[in-house]
């Protein structure tokens, strides 16, 4: 059977609850589809428009009134405020995989009024209400997916044609109280998660719900070798200075431990080895590093190769509120996550001081540079369906 492309659309409501972490999880566990692409969309009027008016269909199988329904949520919840003009955020996720459409619309799950269980992420997230007269008194399906292979294609094919004007990175869809200034950070969900248990790229956001900020822009991106360079540029002379001390300590480890060097070593040879050895073995943690994230370290790709996407998939992720640097950092826990308090992302996932599970800039001016070099605004969506289903 040939690779299907299923997108899953999070609605607004759901991001401004923070259920992106939990839906993904459920997606990238139960779909057995891999995650291709993300893209925030703040949609405007006319993409809102064209796909309200694709939602009733006769190869749905949820009833035609239930249809309806979502046709009118989406054009009241999806489309700009009208009292504000303020747009709202709609996150697409994009999975690739035999019969993806219908795995992915499985775990989905449809709306049935008065049917209430938590085995679809409509049933645990959503809520379909009606009162005694069967009017619906609340209504709100969580994520939106295309119920046909047919109907994926030809819904994606529309918010393709609005990718790169509605989407990117979002701003001005927040309303924030008149005294606050929000910052913005970039987040790294790193390799190691995607590697390990398949929902763990998703347990991993949901860490991040407990910030209260706002997801405005992702980006599945797999780092080329020198964006990995350029991106840790700033903590390859942090590795090359400061391990001095630790590379003498080890040192005298390890010679100590050998019957042969098990003579008495002054302070101040220790102290030399560390000088000595210490930028090395720095420089040495520095190539694991750009391996870790991008797959080559400087030395092991080709200069033609070095601005070629890598192998190793990574979530790229811009927050956005008050203090975003600092609730980013401390939801994330220190850098070596044997020293990670409890309830911190790297003490949860993290395995070792290279492989920490996670990244968050450490100041505004970092995010911005970061932001720069990993381009969450970039437009995959279109590339990824132009290699799938050609231009
Ligand atoms: P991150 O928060 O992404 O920013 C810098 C990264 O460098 C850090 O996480 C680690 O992955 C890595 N790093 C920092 N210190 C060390 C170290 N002493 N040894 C190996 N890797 C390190």
Known sequence: MALELAYVLVTPYSLSKSRTGGILARLLTRSGCDLVATRMFAPGAELIREYSEQIVTAS?????STQETLRDYVRRQFAPDTRTGRRRRVLMLLFQGEDAVRRVRSVVGNLAPRFVSGDTIRGTFG???????????????AVLAAPTAEEAQTKLRLWARYSNSDGGIISDS???????????????VK????????????????????????????????????????????????????????????CRKILTSHPEFAFNLPPTVESQLGQLLGPLYGEHRFENLVRFMSGRSERECPVAELDQPGTEPC??????????????????????????????????????????????SDSVEAARREIAIVRPEEDDLVRVLSSVWGA
């Open 174 to 188: 927040i309303a924030y109280p008149p005294d606050t200034t929000p910052q913005r950070t970039l987040v790294l």
């Open 60 to 64: 749905d199988p949820q009833d035609r």
């Open 315 to 360: 979530l790229a992720v811009v927050y956005e509120g008050p203090d975003a640097v600092a609730k980013c950092r401390d939801v994330l826990g220190p850098t070596d996550p044997g020293q990670a308090p409890r309830g911190t992302i790297r003490r949860e996932f993290g395995s070792s001081i290279l492989v920490n599970a996670a990244h968050a």
């Open 191 to 250: 390799p190691d998660n995607f590697r390990a248990a398949a929902g763990r790229p998703g347990s991993v956001l949901d860490f991040f719900s407990r910030t209260g900020l706002y997801l405005t822009g992702t980006r599945l991106i797999h780092l080329s070798t020198a964006q990995a360079l350029q991106f840790y540029g700033p903590v390859r002379d942090a590795l090359r200075t400061r391990l001095n001390t630790f590379v003498g300590a080890e």
């Open 127 to 141: 809520d379909y209400v009606t009162n005694a007269d069967g009017d619906v008194t609340y209504f709100e399906p």
